[in-house]
């Protein structure tokens, strides 16, 4: 998190302000007299500067002239400090289908308001950013446009990293497959599966990916829970898929075992690539980075190891 | 794109509307005798009920009192109509910083406004739809939270669809290997560089696809200058990694023939992943499909056969 992407980035101090004991018909005239620079919302202080509430203008002017502002505001308006990360201001914003957030400091005191304009820039901007860190590229890159419309060379700079990262995994990957020459020389056909095996767990594990990048900041259930559900989803997947496969290959191959083995690592590979594509986006937060950053390159890496190993620890066992 | 996805599913009708010859003055008592659920944005109409511009509140406030508000509008604003795409709503609304979006019907009359709080709702629900849609999540999820708490039964209907299409390609992987299976028996150290040159197209074409997903929409390039750009950043991200590859693969499995066919294949990836995970979305797109439904999971499969094609026939070459 930046400087630049905090609720502070994004202030603007002349905004409409009306003391909690003013009636409706003292803050329009006031509001008519003065200029400000947003008025998507009025903020309700109390003697000391401290907010106690904000309306926005339509519910202001809906309001009898006579009316109190401090009887008027809602209690549990949202307000941030101007420290707080832009996405917060923005979830906030959403969550209380708001057009302005109020920023105000230790104290209390208000400070001004994140307008409704530079919401939507947040909310577009998180969009952008999600995109990218799920695909692993580098943070520079926050704008669409220049993203593909950038010079090659400047491109290769921000994506370059993480696939540096994946063909280090990929080599492990090809440790792995040496492991088990043995196997291989016997029957070549253990190696038709793999492809299929990589990509399947790949695809299981970016819609875990896809669905963990929001759903975690935005669901209240225990760890646990969003857990085991996801991970039984990904048992339920691989069983469909396996049961698809199992009859198949022992069809066309004629091998019941390699039709085990397959179907067997597909079930792993289902309840593994949800669980890591959960878990690491969860863990990248707990130590304080952004769950969407490198979640995806990472968490497909593991994957992608975790069933290659699961296939031929199998394929090993029976067949040995 | 459904009809709760239009700018006429968000219209807020009741919202402040002043005519072209009034004062500011005028405006302003106007403002204060009625309520209106909406007033992010005063709407300024000609005699004819059409809309000649929009002023927020703010400009409205700082304007000289005796000013005219047909002087005062600026030429230029964005206006949409009932059946507009909710997203080219947003996107108007961020690219002019405005915060309602005034809808016009087909004459020209001022319906209402799109307000705020929905151009951001909009935002973050397209915000969630891109990451499902790129990971091959049905529409019907558009809720994150929902789709990290439905029973995973549901979550299985939501994600198997494109897995099902994922695990036809798989086939379609273990078809190709198979056909090789001379060249597998002879070196079974060909099979070993599979799962990472799989893995390695995948994540190549993955950061083309999120890149394309926004940028499409937003570069005014023309597709030939994009989609070259794009094929050379891949072409460069293949050299670097082929060069990565070369020396080691050499080195370490003492097989010349096998760190060209490694590194070629590599290069190939890269420029094949790139094009197609552009190429796809924006044919998906001219076929008045959404370019980001489907463009995941679909454009990783055809990366993924090409690049194992592209494998065994240099392997075949060298080696025959």
Redesign the interface.
């Known amino acids: 998190m930046g400087p630049d992407e905090t609720a502070g980035h994004y202030l603007v101090a002349n905004v409409p302000r009306a003391r909690r004991g003013q009636t409706v018909a003292e803050v329009?005239s006031q509001?008519?007299a003065?200029?400000?620079?947003?008025?998507?919302v009025v903020c309700v202080l109390d003697d000391d500067e401290r907010l106690v509430g904000v309306l926005?203008?339509?519910a202001l002017?809906?309001l009898e002239r006579d009316r109190r502002l401090g009887d008027a505001v809602q209690p549990g308006f949202p307000k941030v400090h101007a420290t707080t990360d832009q996405e917060r201001v923005?979830s906030l914003?959403?969550h209380h289908?708001?057009?302005a957030i109020p920023v105000v400091d230790a104290k209390g005191k208000l400070l001004g308001v994140v307008?409704?304009?530079a919401?939507?820039?947040i909310?577009?901007r998180?969009?952008?950013e999600?995109?990218?860190r799920?695909?692993?590229?580098a943070r520079e890159t926050t704008l669409?446009?220049e993203?593909?419309?950038a010079?090659?060379?400047r491109?290769?700079r921000h994506?370059?990293p993480?696939?540096?990262l994946?063909?280090a995994?990929?080599?492990l990957?090809?440790l792995?497959?040496?492991r088990f020459?043995g196997a291989?020389?016997i029957d070549?056909?253990i190696?038709?599966?793999?492809?299929?095996?990589?990509?399947?767990a790949?695809?299981?594990g970016?819609?875990t990916?896809?669905?963990?990048?929001?759903?975690?900041s935005?669901?209240h259930?225990r760890m646990r829970t969003?857990i085991g559900?996801?991970a039984?989803?990904g048992v339920?997947?691989g069983l469909?898929?396996g049961g698809?496969?199992f009859p198949?290959v022992w069809l066309v191959f004629g091998s019941v075992h390699l039709a085990v083995a397959v179907a067997v690592a597909l079930v792993v590979a289902g309840g593994i690539a949800t669980t890591v594509g959960l878990v690491l986006p969860w863990l990248l937060g707990r130590f304080g980075s952004d769950p969407a950053y490198g979640s995806?390159?990472m968490s497909?890496?593991i994957q992608?190891l975790l069933t290659?190993l699961t296939y031929f620890v199998v394929v090993s066992l029976i067949v040995g």
Request: contains cysteine.
């Open positions: 329009l509001l008519i003065h200029a400000h620079d947003c008025m998507d926005t203008l339509a002017f809906a923005a914003a959403l289908a708001i057009s307008p409704s304009a919401l939507m820039h909310l577009r998180e969009h952008v999600d995109l990218h799920f695909a692993g590229i669409a446009r993203a593909i419309e010079p090659p060379l491109r290769l994506r370059l993480w696939l540096l994946g063909l995994g990929s080599m990957a090809t792995i497959m040496s020459e291989l020389a070549p056909a190696a038709f599966f793999v492809p299929g095996l990589v990509y399947l790949d695809a299981i970016t819609q990916e896809a669905v963990a990048v929001r759903g975690l935005l669901s259930a969003i559900g996801e039984r989803t339920l997947i469909v898929m698809l496969t198949a995806g390159p497909t890496i992608d290659l």
